[in-house]
T-cell receptor
């Protein structure tokens, strides 16, 4: 079945450093790749997404890259801040179809 | 906007009882809603896809007779956990796409329902 792998499971960085989270998907028909930030006990919050017709997208300190050939996509956070600390999930779907989530990355940003 | 609400936000029940969770799209109509379950420190696992006016599509391993889904209107889907047991204790989250938005593939999540079965 469809699967999304996510690495690393935990990531600790110093404030101001960059953080990179990587995901690999198995369904070659996937065309929508969102990233969510989830704080404890809260709903997932969409922080950025990318569609298969684009290779890279940036929004201030956050960027996402997509390699369709390799079925990889990555989240890049620059100039990390303590408030970036949370669990981040990647996901993949075929448009309006169900989302398949990665296993999550717990990011800790130390002041 | 695209706002999804859930009710209740938390519920505690005794083992063997049934619990109903509601998911509403407040400012749009949703022909499809999704139900996820999230155990502590784990990812969101899709349970089923709820289709307005028809039967839900359950993921492999999810008991349809235990997790009853009803999507009777374009703004409301309900998940009923029947004969709940402690192992059903989890965070249940729904989501929906807004088909009239310019981002039809974006899913909007409800705030979640924390179910604790004693």
């Amino acid at each position: 079945g469809e699967n999304v792998e996510q690495h690393p499971s935990t990531l600790s960085v110093q404030e101001g450093d960059s953080a990179v989270i990587k995901c690999t998907y198995s369904d070659s028909a996937s065309n929508y790749f969102p990233w969510y930030k989830q704080e404890l006990g809260k709903r997932p919050q969409l922080i950025i997404d990318i569609r298969s017709n684009v290779g890279e997208k940036k929004d201030q300190r956050i960027a996402v890259t997509l390699n369709k050939t390799a079925k990889h996509f990555s989240l890049h956070i620059t100039e990390t801040q303590p408030e970036d600390s949370a669990v981040y999930f990647c996901a993949a779907s075929r448009g309006t179809d169900k989302l398949i989530f990665g296993t999550g990355t717990r990011l800790q940003v130390f002041p | 906007g695209a706002v999804v609400s859930q009710h209740p936000s938390w519920v505690i029940c005794k083992s063997g009882t049934s619990v109903k969770i509601e998911c509403r799209s407040l400012d749009f109509q949703a022909t499809t809603m999704f139900w996820y379950r999230q155990f502590p420190k784990q990812s969101l696992m899709l349970m089923a896809t709820s289709n307005e006016g028809s039967k839900a599509t359950y993921e492999q391993g999810v008991e349809k007779d235990k997790f009853l889904i009803n999507h009777a209107s374009l703004t409301l889907s309900t998940l009923t956990v029947t004969s709940a047991h402690p192992e059903d204790s989890s965070f249940y989250i729904c989501s929906a796409n807004n088909p009239t938005s310019g981002r039809v593939d974006t899913q909007y999540f409800g705030p979640g329902t924390r179910l604790t079965v004693l």
